[in-house]
């Protein structure tokens, strides 16, 4: 019957340490686009990559 007397207030606390950090995140933004980085991903806004330009051992190019 003690253990409970300790467990009630921890899980209180943790509850309430979650509902800080949920409000905290909301307050800063996080949730404000959920949809930008999951269509920022299919955007190809790049260029090609130039071509790879190997040397040998005598320091003449090759490919």
Same mark, same amino acid.
């Given at each position: 019957m003690t253990v409970i007397l300790l467990l009630i207030p921890a899980a209180l606390l943790l509850a309430l340490f979650g509902l800080g950090? !949920? !409000?905290?995140?909301? /307050?800063?933004?996080?949730?404000e686009d959920m949809d930008g980085a999951a269509e /920022?991903? #299919? #955007?190809?806004d790049d260029g090609p990559l130039p071509d790879r330009v190997e040397t040998d051992q005598d320091g003449? /190019?090759? /490919?």
């Open positions: 950090a !949920f !409000f905290w995140t909301v /307050r800063s933004g996080q949730y /920022r991903i #299919l #955007l190809d003449k /190019r090759s /490919r």
